[in-house]
């Protein structure tokens, strides 16, 4: 018998289920905390979306009531709508924005792209080939409102893809 075989064995005695208490550590972290943070995470950015859509719906419902009482006509409230809209921002990076859409797919404001006013995007697609504008009026026509998501590549950073939530609601 070796000198440093009890030696060895004594190592390896204390190494596997220090080894072990790791794996089973690292296993529980990937399959059970991380998902529940990406659900929490996720949870968050959706009532961040529906907040901040529900400031944009009520700037809106006030340009309304104004058209409604008389203090302004119809395309001036448009136009102003439109240019607020196109202004805010939102999100960590302040890079999220809103836009609007009639429901015969017409886009009617875009914060990063203006040219897009005007034309329809019934056969807009993400990178996936996802019509995500045709399915977002769907749901608007639906049920007046909820999330859908896309993937989509930032506008200023090409190589950029990933898993976008929008919020989506009716606007009479």
């Known amino acids: 018998m070796d000198i440093q ?8 005695g204390a190494f596997f289920p220090s080894a072990l208490a790791v794996a089973l550590i690292a296993v529980s972290l990937f399959v059970f905390i991380l998902p ?3 659900k929490a995470l996720l949870k968050k950015k959706q009532e961040l979306i529906h907040e901040t859509t529900t400031i944009v719906m009520s700037i809106l419902g006030t340009y309304h009531a104004q058209v409604q009482t008389g203090r ?3 395309d001036e409230a448009q136009n102003r709508a439109k240019a607020r809209v196109r202004e805010l921002r939102y999100g960590p990076e302040n890079k999220d924005y809103f836009w609007v859409i009639g429901l015969d797919l017409i886009t009617l404001a875009h914060a ?7 034309q329809s995007q019934s056969g807009l697609t993400d990178v996936k080939g996802k019509r995500f504008m045709a399915e977002a009026v769907a749901l608007a026509r639906r049920q007046g409102e909820g999330f859908v998501t ?11 893809v990933e898993e976008k939530v929008s ?6």
């Open 150 to 160: 896309y993937h989509w590549q930032w506008q200023d950073d090409p190589s950029r």
């Open 167 to 172: 919020y989506v609601r009716l606007f009479q």
């Open 36 to 38: 529940e943070i990406e």
């Open 5 to 12: 075989e009890p030696a060895m064995r004594k190592y390896l």
């Open 72 to 74: 302004l006509e119809l």
């Open 112 to 118: 990063y792209r203006p040219d897009h006013e005007g």
